[in-house]
């Protein structure tokens, strides 16, 4: 894509979602040096204040509807999940600045890791007034709620373990995460899953369902390997009738993207994938979505990134 081509950035204030607590806090002081860096590109910066998940989602759809010339999320996937869905589908550029736990969103659409520099990244197109397209996935669920997702959704053995770990009160911090895995292990089951791909209807007993627009998940975790943003296609992985001792040999595989060479696990590529099983609810960047059953579709050019 030449300058010529990229598409323009409307002019207007930047708003900035910044989430305090991505990373455990880690990058909470870079913040006011962020936000120079930014205003560095000669736009004003406005920060958006939420207290609350579902309260940073409704001040990014209000300032998008105020007439924002861009977002920029400040956060770890789940910080740019809910920024996401105010300017998905639309002509407002967005900028992702890794600084959670999970960074995969934008790290696999080619921000460096590092915060400040991929606020140089987001300022210099800014100032240079351009942004490049990549696909999104939007899932509709059965009573029609509709939401976007940039990186995978899980819906398998990972999402359940999320579920079990979300309702646990003890105990706090990763041990949490940790137990639930041990829990879910010790009762690990195949499910009946329906997967229509583009039409084409599959039955399957599995443990592992994944539908990636990119590759990683969980910061670093390439369980859809051949994904990208960019082809307007969805990547299905699934891992079959694993049992305990199987899982536990092959999870570590997921880092390098290797356990789909493994004769359990089958993958997919469709436009339009619709995910049926009983109990399941899944997790798409990392954070709690909607139940099964579910159609996901690639959307080509949904969002317009600030790179």
């Known amino acids: 894509m030449t300058s010529d081509d990229r598409p323009w950035v409307p002019g207007g204030p930047v708003a900035v979602l910044a989430n305090p607590s991505a990373g455990r806090g880690r990058h909470r002081g870079l913040l006011p040096g962020l936000l120079d860096g930014l205003a560095a590109a000669d736009r004003p910066v406005r920060l958006l204040r939420a207290g609350s998940a579902v309260e940073a989602e409704a001040v990014c759809r209000a300032a998008v509807a105020q007439g924002v010339g861009a977002l920029v999320a400040v956060g770890g996937d789940g910080t740019v999940h809910r920024a996401m869905q105010a300017v998905a589908g639309t002509s407002v550029p967005f900028g992702p600045v890794p600084a959670g736990t999970g960074n995969d969103f934008a790290v696999e659409t080619g921000f460096p890791a590092d915060p400040r520099a991929a606020v140089d990244v987001i300022a210099t197109a800014l100032r240079e007034g351009r942004s490049r397209p990549v696909d999104l996935?939007?899932?509709?669920?059965?009573?029609?709620?509709?939401?976007?997702?940039?990186?995978v959704l899980a819906a398998g053995f990972d999402a359940i373990v999320n579920e079990r770990a979300?309702?646990?009160?003890?105990?706090?911090?990763?041990?949490?995460?940790?137990?639930?895995?041990?829990?879910?292990?010790?009762?690990?089951?195949?499910?009946?899953?329906?997967?229509?791909l583009d039409g084409e209807r599959?039955?399957?007993?599995a443990v592992l369902v994944a539908v990636g627009n990119g590759a990683s998940y969980g910061g670093g975790m390439r369980i859809c390997p051949d994904a990208d943003p960019?082809?307007?296609?969805?990547?299905?992985?699934?891992?079959?009738?694993?049992?305990r001792r199987t899982l536990i040999r092959v999870k570590p595989r997921i880092y390098a993207g290797?356990?789909?060479?493994?004769?359990?696990?089958?993958?997919?590529?469709?436009r339009t994938v619709t995910l049926a099983a009983d109990g399941i609810t899944t997790y798409a960047d990392g954070e709690r979505s909607l139940p099964l059953p579910l159609t996901i579709t690639a959307v080509p050019a949904a969002l317009h990134l600030l790179h």
Do not use: K, S
Request: aromatic share 10%; glycine share 10%.
């Open 166 to 196: 979300n309702r646990m009160r003890w105990p706090r911090g990763p041990r949490r995460y940790d137990l639930a895995i041990l829990v879910e292990l010790a009762q690990l089951r195949p499910r009946r899953y329906t997967l229509t």
């Open 258 to 270: 290797t356990h789909v060479a493994h004769p359990l696990v089958q993958t997919y590529r469709a």
């Open 137 to 151: 996935a939007r899932m509709t669920g059965a009573d029609g709620t509709a939401r976007w997702y940039g990186a």
């Open 230 to 243: 960019t082809d307007g296609l969805l990547d299905v992985v699934v891992g079959g009738r694993f049992d």
């Open 202 to 205: 599959i039955e399957v007993d």
